[in-house]
């Protein structure tokens, strides 16, 4: 990977990083009140934008991985709460108890929101090498080899056969 590529890539890594930062800013200021999520990272890609940290395609790329890893823990919210915290083992300075508590809330404006994104059916719920993904527990389409992710980052190729289709695992 050159230089550039690779320059490229940690600025929208810390994109990534900067709107899930900001999100835990508004979650914290709702202070047991229902955040506008959908809002507050609509405003988060404006500000990317207007600041010229980032181009606007790569604005609403960086918004629809997060939106696309909230929709993922919603999910895995609903059918499984008891495991949440064994299955995303976020860094620790983003999993603090107020997350737990108010992830909750935040599904209903959630789902709305994800309601009004065209996920194009056949990559759903799939994970593609390069995108940005939180941290979790993922599965190589292709061989069934594990990729587990310690923070948020880049998907690599499957290291046991250099696919590139992923599926998140509740578990290893």
């Known amino acids: 990977m050159s230089d550039t590529n690779n320059s490229n890539n940690q600025r929208l890594l810390g994109a990534y990083k900067n709107m899930i930062a900001y999100l835990h800013h508004v979650i914290d200021k709702a202070q047991g009140a229902k955040p506008e999520i959908r809002h507050a990272l609509e405003n988060a890609r404006e500000k990317a934008v207007e600041l010229g940290e980032l181009t606007r395609e ?46 909750p809330l935040l599904i209903d404006e959630t789902r709305l929101a994800l309601e009004q994104l ?53 578990s290893s």
């Open 58 to 103: 790569e604005a609403d790329k960086i918004s629809d991985y997060i939106m696309r890893d909230l929709h993922d823990a919603a999910d895995f919210i609903e059918k499984n709460r008891a495991e949440f915290k064994d299955w995303i083992s976020l860094e620790a300075d983003l999993i603090e108890d107020k997350i737990l508590d108010s992830l």
């Open 118 to 170: 065209q996920y194009r059916a056949e990559t759903m719920g799939e994970w593609h090498t390069g995108e940005i993904v939180a941290p979790g527990l993922f599965s190589c389409v292709n061989c069934g080899k594990k990729l587990e992710m310690h923070s948020a980052g880049h998907i690599p190729p499957c290291a046991a056969c250099g696919a590139t289709v992923f599926k998140r695992v509740s």
